[in-house]
């Protein structure tokens, strides 16, 4: 029997690929699933059970949330990383730490096959392909949701008839969950009209009296919430566990996939759109204008390079050490309010603040200059212009 490591989450185009492999192809399959944070210890349980059921030949839980984090999380909130200013990449993002940890697992067992349950039509097929390719080069690459062309309800019916019992009304969505958000993708979201009902999303609305959020960072880096010291990974985790039942941070992401169609899909990010907006907030106020500017060019780049599957191209470190030292002084606390569907932030405190009234305030008074520095700097600062007209006689001055 070929030995095969599957990419495992134990939903339903995993599942298929996992009864399909060990029970038609027969293929000795050794189960995987590479949790970034989004399993609590009873799902891990319940996954794990299923596997069993199935008859694998292995299931393993590979945890890499803390390596997600400093490897990428991290450099997405330095970068205040939005694609299309709307999606955290909550999901592609981890694809690129979970291929990593397969590869490295499959080369460590000696798989001679890797397989996983991307389809034909979207992002992760090329995410997951292009790191094996990378990683363990020599591999065989097995993708039978892909290859056969296969529909939910072609894989729902085959997983019946094999006596597989599961929420098979739950798998009408297909849900994805990470520290850094959740993707919801269902029948609402193939189209350009519709959006997706309350509850299809994981997380209901529970909670409705706003609520004040004091949110603490270091050099770029969240380390408290509400003045309780924590590392990165507890606060995000926290800020989810206050803000999700606010059922904040839902939205459709509307995109150019990487195969060169447009997609759509659903997404709940709490923790990742507070953590970008209040880390964007601090930075308004610490960094320079054209520390800002540059960033921001190269945090777009970043965030679509990623997205797209090129992770372990070297030009991504150079971009990290980058952003890595436009943090400094990128220190202080913000203050955001929870309220249903959407939160606002306050305001920040910190002593890099470059908004210094010490200097004067904007549109009432000037401390550092005078009214004759400004008539100066103003005829030098735009003399370019000026001159351009001049010579030219570009104006019609009649």
């Not at 210890?41 to 400093?70: H, I, N, P, W």
């Not at 296969?150 to 969505?173: D, Q, T, W």
Request: charged content about 25%; proline content about 3%.
């Amino acid at each position: 029997m070929k030995k095969v490591l599957l990419a495992y989450s134990g939903g339903l185009d995993t599942t298929y690929c996992a009864l399909y492999l060990s029970k038609i192809k027969n293929y000795e399959v050794h189960a995987v699933l590479v949790n970034t944070g989004g399993f609590e210890k009873e799902e891990l349980e319940t996954v794990e059970a299923r596997a069993k059921k199935l008859g694998l030949k292995s299931f393993e839980v590979l945890d890499v949330t803390q390596d997600y984090y400093e490897k990428v999380i991290k450099y997405l909130i330095f970068g205040n990383v939005l694609k299309n200013q709307t999606y955290p990449l909550s999901v592609s993002a981890e694809r690129i730490v979970q291929a990593k940890a397969l590869a490295d697992y499959a080369a460590k067992i000696g798989a001679e096959s890797i397989a996983h349950g991307s389809t034909g039509a979207g992002n992760d097929q090329v995410r997951f392909d292009m790191i094996f390719q990378t990683v363990i080069p020599n591999i065989e690459i097995i993708t039978p949701i892909r290859d056969m062309q296969l529909s939910r309800e072609e894989e729902i019916s085959f997983l019946k008839e094999h006596g597989v019992e599961m929420n098979f009304e739950k798998a009408a969505y297909s849900i994805n969950k990470g520290i850094w958000g959740t993707s919801v993708g269902g029948k609402e979201t193939l189209n350009s009209h519709d959006t997706l009902p309350e509850e299809a999303f994981p997380t209901q609305l529970t909670k409705k009296e706003p609520e004040d959020l004091k949110l603490t960072f270091e050099k770029g880096e969240i380390v408290a919430i509400n003045g309780e010291k924590m590392d990165p990974v507890k606060a995000i985790q926290k800020i989810q566990a206050l803000a999700g039942p606010f059922a904040i941070g839902r939205d459709i992401h509307v995109g150019d996939t990487i195969i060169g169609i447009k997609g759509r899909v659903g997404f709940e990010a709490a923790a990742a759109l507070i953590l970008i907006k209040a880390h964007q907030l601090l930075e308004k106020h610490t960094l320079t204008k054209w520390q800002s500017f540059w960033k921001n060019q190269m945090a777009e780049f970043y965030g679509t390079h990623l997205h797209e599957g090129h992770y372990l191209d070297p030009v991504m470190r150079n971009l990290e050490s980058f952003m890595q030292s436009t943090q400094d002084f990128v220190t202080g606390e913000v203050n955001v309010k929870l309220m249903p569907y959407h939160f606002k932030l306050i305001g920040i405190s910190s002593e890099h603040d470059l908004m210094s009234n010490k200097f004067g305030a904007y549109g009432e008074m000037n401390k550092g200059w005078t009214a004759e520095d400004v008539k100066g700097f103003t005829k030098i600062f735009g003399n370019q212009t000026a001159i351009f007209h001049q010579v030219n006689k570009t104006l019609d001055n009649g």
